[in-house]
């Protein structure tokens, strides 16, 4: 997380896990919407499989920093 003390920055890095697991607690609750056709139904076809794929995407990648972080 970055921050600003006395207009300087500087970065936390003990509160990666939990921005990172917040972040992917949002995913899976938009993945689930993406599941329920009640949400869905106004959607173009292909729309939520593209919307899915980019979930995976984002997922990775927040799981990757959190790799990352513990290096």
Do not use: C, H, N
């Not at 609750?29 to 919307?51: C, N, W």
């Amino acid at each position: 997380m970055y921050a600003l003390v006395d207009r300087e920055s500087f970065v936390d890095r003990t509160q990666v896990p939990d921005l990172v697991a917040k972040r992917l607690k949002v995913l899976d609750f938009i993945a689930g919407r993406l599941r329920d056709p009640k949400f869905t139904k106004s959607y173009q076809p292909g729309e939520v499989d593209v919307l899915t794929a980019r979930l995976e995407q984002a997922r990775k990648a927040y799981r990757t920093v959190t790799v990352r972080e513990r290096f």
